[in-house]
């Protein structure tokens, strides 16, 4: 018998900061603001109705991801080797939150240039 640990209110309530935290803090460095409205009418990043579902292990992978995009966008590449690792870590976790269907339609390219 396998036993799955449930996600709890506390933990999608948490996602859901780290979400607007992107809009809020990460996204007008490099859009403006007309744009990132855009982006929240198409519900980008919105947590699917089913969120309630995962199960502690996949709720935890969305939080890692979605922190691990916020850093590397945070954080400028000093290298190119230091550029193709926060690619490559980048699209990584960008799948994660598709894998959620948490839309979030980004390259690392798109944010490459400040607003």
């Not at 996600?7 to 979400?19: K, R």
């Not at 809020?24 to 929240?40: A, H, R, V, W």
Request: negative net charge.
């Amino acid at each position: 018998m396998k036993v799955i640990t449930a996600s709890t209110p506390e933990q999608h309530e948490y996602v859901q900061e780290l979400i607007e935290d992107l809009y809020d803090e990460i996204f007008p460095c490099y859009f403006t603001s007309d744009y990132i409205q855009e982006l929240k009418n198409f519900n980008l990043m919105k947590m699917p109705p089913d969120v309630k579902e995962l199960s502690l292990a996949e709720i935890m992978e969305v939080t890692a991801a979605i922190q691990t995009i916020s850093t590397i966008l945070k954080e400028k590449a000093n290298t190119e080797k230091q550029l193709n690792d926060y690619k490559h870590a980048f699209n990584r976790n960008a799948s994660i939150l598709s894998k959620y269907q948490i839309d979030f339609p980004f390259q690392l390219a798109d944010f490459q240039i400040e607003h």
